[in-house]
């Protein structure tokens, strides 16, 4: 059975919805649930990601996957820099920075044009 995020939690949203929404200019807002810390050499730590419009609405990213023991609506989590990283390379950000401390909250906004702004 499938459950119509709409109208169970319409504070969340899969993936593929929340590229929609980044695209159509809502903000996306990292927020960090954990201390990061340096592991060998990959920064580990908890993000979840939000996305937010002028007018504050929220929505969060959840999973897309049923869970077994009945949950079947989670946030996502990122555990590692690398996996946050990739996933807003992949919604169109060129430039990435990250909250390393609880609490913290950093936020992107896809340009309008691109940044050709580029030493490389």
Same mark, same amino acid.
């Given at each position: 059975?499938?459950i119509?995020l709409q109208?169970?939690a319409?504070? &969340?949203v899969?993936?593929a919805?929340?590229?929609m =929404? !980044?695209e159509?200019?809502?903000?996306?807002?990292?927020?960090?649930? *954990?201390?990061a810390y340096?592991?060998n050499?990959?920064?580990?730590?908890i993000?979840?990601?939000?996305? &937010?419009?002028e007018?504050?609405?929220?929505k969060? =990213? !959840?999973?897309a996957?049923?869970?077994?023991?009945?949950d079947?609506? *989670?946030?996502?989590v990122?555990?590692?820099?690398?996996?946050l990283?990739?996933f807003l390379?992949?919604?169109g950000?060129?430039v990435v920075?990250?909250?390393?401390?609880?609490g913290?909250?950093?936020?992107?906004?896809?340009?309008?044009?691109?940044d050709d702004?580029?030493?490389?």
């Amino acid at each position: 059975m499938a459950i119509d995020l709409q109208k169970e939690a319409p504070n &969340v949203v899969t993936e593929a919805g929340f590229k929609m =929404l !980044v695209e159509s200019g809502y903000s996306v807002e990292v927020v960090c649930k *954990q201390d990061a810390y340096r592991k060998n050499s990959v920064w580990h730590g908890i993000w979840l990601l939000r996305a &937010v419009n002028e007018d504050g609405v929220e929505k969060e =990213l !959840v999973t897309a996957r049923a869970r077994p023991n009945g949950d079947f609506i *989670q946030l996502r989590v990122f555990k590692t820099v690398t996996g946050l990283t990739s996933f807003l390379i992949d919604l169109g950000f060129s430039v990435v920075a990250f909250p390393v401390y609880e609490g913290q909250r950093w936020t992107y906004t896809l340009a309008d044009m691109p940044d050709d702004d580029s030493d490389g």
